[in-house]
């Protein structure tokens, strides 16, 4: 005990107060954490896109249908004749004039997709040293040593 008291009060002179060592590692087991990985997933796709129409067909059918109207009955009536027909005749040549085959369009579509993967979070490691068992969480596997700072304690 008195030779304990001098090494130690030595080491404090001297300005060492702590000496490293090594322990014996007795387990050392990992710690698992799940952990989410988002990933984007896409895909090319054909799609159909309809044709736009010109709107030749309502102005040809608007100037039919205001023909034809000027055709029936006399002064106001033939006025709002004309009217009726130039709209009947404008909204039926839209109609007729309809569309053609359409452009084929790649399209990209993405999603994304999350997996999850296990992962080593860190070690639960049991070491003896000076015939005692301890116990600490690393965040590496120190193998079959470890070193250890010894603190004398006065």
């Known amino acids: 005990m008195k030779k304990s008291l001098v090494v130690m009060a030595a080491m404090a002179v001297v300005g ?3 000496a490293d060592d090594f322990a014996r590692v007795v387990a050392s087991t990992p710690v698992m954490e799940q952990v989410a990985v988002p990933r984007q997933v896409c895909q090319q796709q054909e799609v159909q896109a ?4 010109s709107g030749l067909g309502a102005i040809l059918g608007g100037v039919a249908g205001a023909a034809l109207g000027n055709q029936v009955g006399r002064g106001g009536g033939r006025t709002v004749a004309t ?3 130039a709209i009947g005749g404008a909204v039926l040549g ?3 004039e309809g569309t053609g085959p359409g452009q084929v369009q790649t399209v990209q579509n993405c999603h994304t997709e999350t997996t999850y993967e296990n992962r080593i979070k860190g070690y ?3 070491y003896d040293y000076a015939g005692r068992e301890y116990t600490v969480q690393m965040p590496y596997d120190p193998g ?3 070193k250890v700072r010894v603190v ?3």
């Open 16 to 18: 060492i107060v702590h």
């Open 50 to 53: 309809p044709a736009s129409k």
């Open 83 to 85: 009217a009726v027909g």
């Open 94 to 96: 839209n109609n007729i």
């Open 124 to 126: 639960d490691v049991r």
């Open 144 to 146: 079959s040593r470890l």
């Open 152 to 154: 004398p304690v006065i």
